[in-house]
Every structure is written in structure tokens, then in C-alpha cells.
């Protein structure tokens, strides 16, 4: 009767206090006008929720197991009173991708709950989409007892302390909560990792079963808020005027825009013209620059465009902004052939740094940048320029040809479907084209579909295209959808999908009706891993184990799940057109199957125009990187 007397007193409590808040508008709130003691004495697991609210996290993402039952039941009060809000979800990795695509999309920071063990694994799995792509999420996992009074059901089994510390570590940063007075710690290394202004990354908060329903002497006033901190750029304006220099005294130049430069597009468009540049794109920075503009030259790399690589391989000078210079990005490093100096705007020190010979301005992005454009306008750097950019504009024309053959080209008769399909190409044309006619927001997923996507889209801000290529997480963009459901400002999106990748996490079509989601799953459905199968015929002239023979109806699966409307998308542009405002006008998930084209037709792809350190081309790539200085 005593432990159920307290633990009455314990809901109670909580109650109180999650009430108080919900009065109040905040803790600060309730705390100042008296609704609340600055002092409490709570438990770890309700000092977590608090501790998080004060940061602005308010919404969790959770799988609930025997290792987080004590969190689950604080979320439980929270919630009722209207402080909290909790998403079940049905597994961990698509959970880990939502609110991934939560923060990457609109801002929100949530917190993904699991148990321990296998749960906890493939949230940290997913996790790696966080990581990859500089996004800030808080995962809270289950883990052992402190008392090691035995293994604990589904811990790692082996005679070592703190293993899932040590795995979470590895992928970001990591605390085990092993005391709760550690609380103020953790949550204040916890902050400036989710909202790093340049690095940030999902941050492991892991609870044992035995310290969440711990006492803990709990300071509302002292718990971290989240960290305001200010835009950095070079403290003198020598290595600026440095920059300048090269600039204007070079005729060609090319400015590498990377995933850091989302959001920075004002910023990006002022030094490009300032400096007379050309641009070249990162497959996660379509937008930065509209598309239209004369400097923008597409996106370069190791599958790339015509106008891309070029810029990329004639450029004297570098100017790189905000980039990780990963092998899709600079065609393994190799991508420069000309470059003599590179300036790198960059918030980390070693991205700044990773070429040689390198002005490194290390800052904020825009701050930097509008500086620098500043000192070119008035040296009007862009001077001189006109046959470079008139060169690269020639090479975007003849890219623009190059694509439209591809979207224009007829259906193609295809050896599984026994009849003529759309291609790949095509097919994503039609659907990015109706995504930016109805305004929505465009989700890709691993494979052909993501590489292809990226080279198609036609955006003219951030924002309108999330593809997931730092990790290249089959099963990403499906998921993602239920961002849209959590979000307070919900945004209509479509997620494109090939086949692979969609039966990687299909249950979004379960979670996407259960939350309401509004938006759009396209299956682009070739019944194979087309990149991977090209890769393969490129390399050694034959695919391997990269299809299946198993037909699938997608229109009968996805719409067995009450509440999606599921449609065939058709064989021709005609069809698949009316079958996307058909899925568009239902009022939540809508699922569109499209089965395209797979096989060796000229059409049938937008290629790849640079170099990439895999299989057999390595030796290739390996022999020029290790000739280059830069």
C-alpha cells in the first residue's frame, strides 16, 4: 500500500506541475509567477521531459518497450494536460527518419524514445540520416540497470560496461544518464550539439531502467535553455581582401555550394554575382540559386551534369561554400583539374581546410559571404568574366538538350512489363512538375530515383527539395512524410520512392493514416536496384542479384490499409498527369504506383559525368588524386 500510496503522489504531483505549465505558457513562466517552486523533487524521467520542454522539445517520436515504460508514463501525464505531445510509431528506423525530416524540414526539434536493444539499434541506424545531413535530433534509448546485478534483457551480452554509450558515441554524441544529477550536463552538451549552427548532429540520451524512476533534487531555473548563439566571421579583414584579390584577378571561377549553404540563398546569389561565378550545385543544395539564373550550373560531381562538371573542371579559383567535399560532391577529389586556390567559406575548421592551398574564411555563412561580395562589388570583380560565364551558359544549354530528349522521350517497351513504360527520367519529370504547380515539397529516396532526382529538379529556393544524399538511406523519404503530420505549420509533400526503397519502411502507410498525414508516396517501380545494376553493367558489363522476379500490385497492397487512396499511375505522361491530381485531391495519404523502365536505352537515363572511387575505377581515380596538389 506504501508503494502505491507514492506512486499516487508521484501522477499527482506531475500533474500538478505539467498543469501549472500549460497555465503559465512556460516553466519560466509558472516558475516567476509562483505556480511553481524553482526547487522540486521529481524523478529523473520527468526531469528529462522538463529539462527538454525548456529547450522548446515538445513533441517525441516513440516506440515504448520494458526500457522506457517510467518515460512513457511521464509522456502519458504531459500529454493529458496538454504540455507534451507523443507519436507512436511502428519502427525505428522510419521514426528516427521522421524526425530527422521534422527538424530538416521545419525547424522543430523532437526527441525519438525507444527501448533497449534491438529498438534502441535501429533508431541509432536511422540515426545516421541525422548525422550524414548536419541535422539535429535528441534520441532517448532504454539501456542497463546500474547495479549489474545481472544481464538485462536485450543488452549487448558481453562482460563490458556501457556498450550502447560506446555505439551511440560513435555516430554523435553521447550521455549515459548512470546518475540523474548529471540532468544539467547532459542537457547542456545536449543543446549545442542538436543546435550547432555548423555541425549539428542527433544527440543519444541513454536512461537506465533503474535510474528513470530515480529521486532527483531538480533546479527548474538552472536546467540549460537552448544556446542563442551568434553568426562568427574573420575577426580582420586581411584574409577577406585576400579573397578579393584572387577573385577579381581571375578570370575563371566557380563557386561549389554545398549542403551548408541551404537557407544562405540571398547570400549565395550576392557573391556569385559580386565575383562573376559560375555555381555548381550539391545534390542537397538545388534551390540556393534559381534555377533560371544564368550563373547556376547545375549539379556537379561524380554523376553531375554537362554544365556542372564543366564549371568544375576549367575553374582557376574555388570559391567552396559550406561543404563537406564528400566523393559525390567533388568526384572523389579529382573534380578540380585546373584549380590553382581555393577560398573556403565554412563554419568548421577542418571542411575550411581541406584543400590545400586554401584562403580559409571560417564563419557564418552569409555574414562571410556578403562581406566578401561587398569588397568585390566595389572592386567590380565581375568584370572580364563573360567568357567564362559565356562558356559555361553554352554548356547549360547543351545540358538543357540533353535533358529534355529524356523527358520528352516515348515510353519505352520494357522486357518484365511486356509493354511500353515511361522512363525513369520522364516519369520524375512529370511529378516534380506537379509538385512545384501545387507548391508541395519534394522528399527523394536512395537509388536511380535520387540520383536521377537530383539532377532534374528545378527549384528556386531551399526548401522545395530534401533528397538524402549523405546517407543514401533507402526507405528515407516515405518515412519522412509523417514530419507533416507532427509539424504546426504542415506542408503538403510528395515522397519519391522507387520500389526497393518504399518496401523498406512501408508502414508509413499505417502511421501516415493513424497521424492524418496529407501528401503523396510516388513508387517508381523498375523492379530492380537500377543504380546499382548500372553500376554494375558500366563496370564490369553485367548486372548481379540486384532483381527479383516477384510481381507486386502496389495499388492492391498500399490500399489495403484503410484510409490511403491508392492509384496505378499509368503507362504514359497523359495518364500518369490525371493519375497525380486524382491522388492530390484525397484529403490524406495517397499512394501512386509508376512502372517504368529499366534497361540500356540511350534515354533511359541522365548519366553520370564524373569521376567516383568504386569497384573498378578506383585504381583510376586513386592514380589522378595522388598526382594533384590540391
Not at 537552448?226 to 574573420?234: E, F, G, H, I, K
Request: glycine share 12%; proline share 3%; charged share 20%.
Amino acid at each position: 500500500m506504501t508503494e502505491a500510496r507514492t506512486e499516487v503522489g508521484r501522477t499527482a504531483a506531475m500533474r500538478g506541475r505539467a498543469r501549472a505549465i500549460r497555465a503559465a505558457g512556460g516553466i519560466d513562466a509558472a516558475v516567476a509567477g509562483g505556480a511553481l517552486p524553482k526547487m522540486i523533487d521529481t524523478t529523473l524521467s520527468e526531469g528529462l521531459v522538463l529539462g527538454l520542454l525548456r529547450q522548446g522539445v515538445s513533441k517525441y517520436l516513440a516506440i515504448f518497450g520494458h526500457g522506457s515504460t517510467d518515460l512513457g508514463e511521464v509522456l502519458r501525464i504531459y500529454e493529458e494536460e496538454g504540455v507534451t505531445r507523443t507519436f507512436s510509431c511502428r519502427n525505428e528506423v522510419a521514426m528516427a527518419h521522421a524526425a530527422t525530416a521534422l527538424r530538416w524540414q521545419y525547424g522543430e526539434v523532437p526527441a525519438v524514445v525507444t527501448s533497449i536493444g534491438p529498438g534502441a539499434m535501429q533508431a541509432m541506424a536511422g540515426a545516421l540520416a541525422a548525422a550524414s545531413n548536419g541535422v539535429g535530433v535528441y534520441h532517448i534509448y532504454g539501456d542497463e540497470t546500474t547495479f549489474g546485478e545481472g544481464y538485462n534483457m536485450q543488452q549487448v551480452p558481453k562482460e563490458e560496461q556501457g556498450l550502447f554509450g560506446q555505439m551511440t558515441a560513435i555516430m554523435g554524441r553521447s550521455y549515459v544518464l548512470h546518475t540523474p544529477e548529471a540532468l544539467r550536463d547532459a542537457l547542456r552538451r545536449g543543446a549545442l550539439t542538436v543546435n550547432h549552427p555548423y555541425r549539428a548532429g542527433p544527440f543519444f540520451l541513454l536512461l537506465p531502467l533503474n535510474t528513470q524512476p530515480a529521486h532527483l533534487a531538480l533546479n527548474l531555473a538552472a536546467l540549460p535553455e537552448r544556446p542563442s548563439l551568434p553568426a562568427l566571421a574573420p575577426a580582420t579583414e586581411v584574409s577577406i581582401e585576400e579573397a578579393a584579390t584572387l577573385i577579381a584577378t581571375t578570370g575563371k571561377v566557380a563557386i561549389k555550394a554545398g549542403g551548408g549553404t541551404r537557407g544562405h540563398d540571398a547570400a549565395v546569389r550576392k557573391l556569385a554575382e559580386a565575383a562573376g561565378a559560375a555555381v555548381v550545385l550539391s545534390p542537397g543544395s538545388t534551390g540556393v540559386l534559381p534555377d533560371a539564373h544564368l550563373q547556376n550550373m547545375h549539379v556537379g560531381g561524380s554523376k553531375g551534369s554537362i554544365s556542372g562538371n564543366y564549371a568544375m573542371a576549367d575553374a582557376e579559383v574555388l570559391v567552396v561554400m559550406g561543404s563537406r567535399a564528400v566523393c559525390q560532391a567533388d568526384c572523389s577529389g579529382i573534380g578540380y583539374k585546373n584549380a590553382r586556390h581555393v577560398i573556403n567559406i565554412n563554419g568548421d575548421f577542418a571542411d575550411a581546410t581541406h584543400y590545400n592551398r586554401t584562403t580559409a574564411l571560417v564563419g557564418d555563412i552569409s555574414v562571410v559571404a556578403n562581406r566578401l561580395a561587398e569588397g568585390l562589388e566595389a572592386a567590380k570583380a565581375n568584370a572580364g568574366k563573360r567568357e567564362w560565364l559565356d562558356a559555361c551558359a553554352a554548356k547549360k544549354a547543351e545540358w538543357a538538350a540533353y535533358k529534355r530528349a529524356r523527358f520528352t522521350a516515348d515510353p519505352v517497351c520494357d522486357p518484365v512489363w511486356q509493354r511500353p513504360a515511361l522512363t525513369q527520367p520522364a516519369a520524375i519529370k512529370i511529378v516534380a512538375d506537379f509538385a512545384r504547380k501545387i507548391g508541395a515539397a519534394k522528399f527523394f529516396d536512395a537509388g536511380d530515383v535520387q540520383a536521377n532526382g537530383f539532377q532534374i529538379v528545378e527549384d528556386d529556393r531551399t526548401g522545395d527539395t530534401f533528397t538524402e544524399s549523405g546517407a543514401s538511406y533507402m526507405g528515407f523519404a516515405a518515412s519522412a512524410l509523417l514530419a507533416s503530420a507532427i509539424a504546426d505549420k504542415p506542408r503538403y509533400s510528395i515522397a519519391f520512392t522507387g520500389d526497393g526503397s518504399f518496401m523498406m519502411n512501408p508502414q508509413i502507410l499505417i502511421d501516415g493514416v493513424e497521424h492524418e498525414v496529407r501528401g503523396m508516396i510516388v513508387i517508381f517501380d523498375n523492379r530492380r536496384m537500377a543504380a546499382i545494376t548500372g553500376l554494375q553493367m558500366a563496370q564490369y558489363g553485367a548486372g548481379f542479384r540486384t532483381n527479383d522476379g516477384v510481381a507486386v500490385d502496389y495499388v492492391r497492397l498500399a490500399g489495403a490499409v484503410a484510409g490511403v487512396h491508392a492509384v496505378h499511375g499509368g503507362w504514359t505522361a497523359d495518364e500518369l498527369g490525371s493519375a497525380l491530381q486524382a491522388a492530390h485531391a484525397h484529403s490524406g495519404l495517397s499512394v501512386v504506383h509508376v512502372p517504368v523502365y529499366a534497361g540500356d536505352h540511350e534515354l533511359a537515363s541522365l548519366g553520370a559525368w564524373g569521376q567516383w572511387n568504386v569497384g573498378n575505377w578506383c585504381a583510376g581515380v586513386e592514380r589522378i588524386w595522388l598526382e594533384q596538389d590540391l
